[in-house]
């Protein structure tokens, strides 16, 4: 298989595969948004919360706010040493202390490490009125979107590769250019084209408006689209997902051997 980087922008990354096929493809796909550890808070001690919101929903809300870490740094609560007790190597904590009248949004969490917070400051959590005030602290550890959906890493999609081929007259090839509602066809010589193939998204109203035009999915060339919604990197999302599926597939022939 070969992988080749279409674009990168911040938290999202295109790239397309070949030589390879949709079940390789699905695999991948599902391993990112619910294999890869992320951060989140997982439970909140709460001392003081005279707000609007309850302390469930206080805490479900801290529970969503997505949190940048180093992936290298930390690990599993069932995998440290301290055995689930808690410490730095599982675990961080976030205090908020904050009194109203105030707008209390992700950057008033105070970390007990300084490399990890919240990927925006400005998360609004809880609007404090005039002598209302919240006072708590907020317990982030490593878990998998299998388990809560606050720990999905990212948003994964794919596409089959289009290819589109003319045999008609000019006319029929400009007829399907101003079919296509997304803008992606165009003449070169005479010839029909896909300005950009990852825009396509099949929808073949380029044939219906013209004779001899004609527009395939290439299953062995597949466009990948991962967009990060946790503190992860797009490019780590999809080296650890890979990682996470050699390692799926070197337990099962373990398994297989066994028999």
């Not at 190597?89 to 904050?98: N, R």
């Not at 925006?120 to 002598?131: A, Q």
């Not at 907020?138 to 589109?164: C, E, M």
Request: net charge positive; with cysteine.
């Amino acid at each position: 298989m070969r992988v080749k980087v279409l674009s990168k922008k911040g938290a999202k990354l295109e790239m397309l595969l070949e030589e390879t096929d949709p079940a390789f493809a699905n695999s991948l796909r599902r391993i990112m948004m619910s294999d890869v550890p992320t951060m989140a808070v997982q439970w909140s001690d709460i001392h003081e919360n005279n707000s609007a919101l309850f302390d469930e929903v206080l805490s479900h809300r801290l529970g969503l706010i997505p949190i940048r870490f180093d992936p290298k740094k930390f690990v599993p609560t069932e995998e440290c040493t301290c055995k689930g007790k808690g410490c730095p190597a599982c675990q961080v904590v976030f205090i908020l202390d904050k009194k109203g009248p105030a707008l209390v949004v992700s950057g008033d969490l105070v970390s007990t490490d300084k490399k990890v917070a919240p990927t925006d400051p400005n998360i609004s959590i809880v609007d404090l009125l005039e002598g209302q005030s919240v006072k708590l602290e907020a317990v982030a550890r490593l878990g998998i979107g299998k388990t809560h959906a606050k720990h999905h890493a990212a948003n994964a999609s794919f596409q089959f590769y289009p290819v589109i081929t003319a045999k008609g007259s000019k006319t029929d090839m400009q007829n399907a250019i101003r079919a296509c509602p997304k803008g992606v066809l165009a003449l070169k010589g005479n010839k029909i084209m896909l300005k950009d193939p990852a825009k396509c998204d099949l929808c073949r109203s380029c044939m219906e408006h013209s004779k001899g035009v004609e527009l395939k999915a290439d299953e062995s060339r597949i466009i990948f689209k991962v967009e990060s919604i946790s503190g992860l990197d797009p490019d780590y999302i999809v080296d650890k997902a890979v990682e996470i599926l050699q390692g799926k597939a070197e337990d099962f022939r373990k398994k297989i051997e066994r028999i």
